[in-house]
């Protein structure tokens, strides 16, 4: 059995980013006999000068893309036939909005330190994708991190606590500067990228070969 470290930038309004999860994790699990993982979850704000209010998103990707109506409405039939195949859930409605995710990504991190990220980054693409919720308001917030079992108490002074806003724009900037600027992008091993939301059937190759060169490799 080979263990491995996988790391996922992401963001949790970023419909690719759990597609391309939810693969990873049909490739990992079609390759369980052989390969374990190790996965730890970074930020990466889509629109981190959004403001408290959101926008509407058809409205955001047209100013930002130009995406036209007709795009918007393809990609929306495209992303839930998607979802659908790998068992998630997308409920897209007219009057979508995009919101801020820097509260969101404050209590990931601190949720890494408390054995509860993986719970609560699947617990916020559902509640984004899924449940039409707020995922930049503090209500909705902690209600995620208590349906996780994360202390309300703490996490409610992790979304208020400057110095833990500052610390995922640290760790934003690094990837940045690592040249990571878009998402998803998952790096196995520290070393080996792979951007965009791929087949699973490429992931389970890219494991498997990532796999066979580090046992060759710790052989020698």
Known sequence: MNRIRIDIVSDVVCPWCIIGYKRLEHALNNLSDSIEADIYWHPFELNPAMGDEGQNLREHLH????????ASISARETLTQLGKEVGFKFNFYDGMRIYNTRKAHQL???????????????????????????????????????????????????????????????????????????????????????????????????????????EQANGE
């Open 63 to 70: 100013e930002k893309y130009g995406t036209s109506e007709e």
């Open 108 to 214: 990931l991190m601190w949720a890494q330190s408390e054995n509860k990220q993986f719970a609560l980054e699947q617990a916020l693409f559902k509640a984004y994708f899924s449940d039409a919720m707020d995922v930049s308001d503090s209500q909705v917030l902690l209600e995620c991190a208590a349906s996780v079992g994360l202390d309300s108490e703490v996490a409610s002074n992790i979304i208020n606590d400057e110095s833990w806003a500052e610390a995922v724009a640290t760790t934003e900037q690094q990837w940045l500067e690592a040249g990571i600027n878009a998402v998803p992008a998952i790096i196995i091993d520290r070393k080996h990228l792979i951007s965009g939301a791929q087949t699973t059937e490429l992931l389970m190759s890219a494991l498997q070969q990532i796999s066979e060169s580090a």
